[in-house]
């Protein structure tokens, strides 16, 4: 039996995945590119472990949970392009120092203050690097998460590269991986214009985003997608693996014990200094 939402099916003799080359639909059409897996299932189980060292918060079965699912897929994605336009306004602030008299002390100090002037004008730029999710199954701030992909690697899409692999057809329509894409875009614009701001400081970055000339590629990612199971009356705890790079990421649960180990440390120290603070 074919999954309505795979490019591929397992046989039943072997359980190994076959290519089922459907026509393309609207919603569904055929992708245009895809970057191929250089990471395997030891380096995704290192990547994972690297990325729990630095959550010492986790529960610390999790990181000696054993996987349940370990599944390499071929994500859909799109690749957006387009022309960007920024109207932009913000007040940039320029630091001085002047001069001024200690009354308690009589003597003269310099302070620093921050003169304040308007500034607005216009960028153009080009994007052509911002993908975003095409499934359901994965939300764009998990694909964010494991990103960058490596663009260069992308080769025309064939049959024959999802040879051994999942792969997953589009579950969102391609108006709304635009509509992803474009508030991708628009979102990043700020910090793009803040970058360049002059001064020493600024606040109250305005911008209005205008895109044209967009096109959206379908491509297909390569994505390790693993659930452990570190309590057996405890929910799976999924991961996602950038399968050309590993970086890894997982909603990590938060361990009860050690935030009640902390707040009693934070009480403790607070009435230690309480206590100082009387004796002196």
């Known amino acids: 039996m074919i999954e309505p939402l795979l490019r591929t099916a397992r046989c039943p003799y072997c359980d190994s995945p076959s290519v089922v080359d459907r026509p393309a639909t609207t919603d569904r059409p055929r992708p245009q590119f895809a970057?191929?897996?250089?990471?395997?299932?030891?380096?995704t189980a290192e990547s994972i472990r690297s990325w729990l060292r630095g959550r010492w918060l986790a529960p610390s079965g999790l990181r000696?949970?054993?996987a349940e699912r370990v599944q390499g897929i071929y994500l859909p994605a799109y690749l957006y392009s387009a022309a960007v336009e920024i109207e932009y306004s913000?007040?940039?602030g320029e630091a001085y120092e002047r001069p001024q008299v200690d009354l308690s002390s009589k003597r003269l100090r310099r302070v620093r203050e921050i003169e304040y002037r308007d500034l607005a004008g216009r960028h153009a730029s080009y994007v052509s690097d911002t993908v975003v999710?095409?499934?359901?199954?994965l939300p764009n701030a998990e694909l964010e998460a494991i990103e960058p992909f490596d663009l260069a690697a992308l080769?025309?899409?064939t049959p024959a590269l999802l040879s051994g692999w999942i792969a997953e057809?589009?579950?969102?329509?391609?108006?709304?991986c635009l509509q992803l894409a474009r508030e991708e875009v628009r979102r990043r614009a700020v910090g793009t214009i803040e970058g360049f701001l002059p001064g020493d400081t600024h606040q109250s970055t305005s911008c209005h985003t205008s895109l044209r000339d967009e096109s959206a590629d379908l491509i297909l990612l390569p994505v390790w997608v693993v659930a452990l199971r570190y309590h057996p009356r405890r929910p799976l705890v999924r991961f996602v693996v950038n399968g050309q790079t590993g970086k890894a990421w997982g909603a990590t649960p938060l361990s009860w014990p050690k935030l009640a180990l902390i707040a009693a440390a934070i009480a403790g120290l607070a009435g230690l200094l309480v206590l100082v603070g009387r004796l002196l």
């Open 133 to 137: 999710t095409a499934s359901r199954g």
């Open 64 to 66: 000696r949970a054993a």
């Open 90 to 92: 913000a007040k940039i």
């Open 155 to 157: 080769v025309e899409y």
């Open 169 to 176: 057809e589009p579950s969102l329509t391609r108006e709304d």
């Open 35 to 43: 970057i191929g897996f250089t990471v395997d299932r030891a380096r």
